[in-house]
């Protein structure tokens, strides 16, 4: 299994701010992630990206879930990605993970009365 880690954000970057975030190793570092059993019951595997975003494990056959560890101090969003690993294939699963816990996403609208 490999794949690729995008840490997504909308804040804006000021690019003459020297203490603007930007993504780097140490940040990939602070999003490790999980392979769990498709039932989620059983950790498998934990993964860290390397320094360009990249990862990968060895795993054997059988059906699996990839999913961002929980911090209790990083609020992230992150979709659970379901895998299958075949003999002698590599399966590719990406992971985008969502730092921008605050924003509120609602397919709602509201009307002032």
């Known amino acids: ?3 690729h880690l995008k840490i997504l954000s909308s804040k804006p970057v ?5 203490n603007a975030a930007t993504v780097t190793a140490e940040n990939y570092a602070d999003y490790p992630l999980l392979v769990l ?4 019951q059983k950790e498998i595997a934990r993964i860290t990206a390397d320094t360009n975003g990249n990862y990968r494990a060895v795993l054997p056959p059988g059906d699996y879930v990839l999913v961002a ?3 209790a101090r ?13 003999s002698n294939q590599t399966v590719r699963v ?3 993970i969502d730092t921008d816990h605050w924003r509120a996403r609602s397919t709602q609208s509201f009307r002032p009365d």
């Open 69 to 71: 560890q929980r911090r």
């Open 1 to 3: 299994m490999e794949g």
């Open 94 to 96: 990406d992971m985008d």
């Open 14 to 18: 000021d690019i003459g701010d020297e």
């Open 37 to 40: 059993s498709r039932d989620k």
């Open 74 to 86: 990083k609020h992230v969003r992150a979709k659970p990605q379901p895998f299958t690993v075949v």
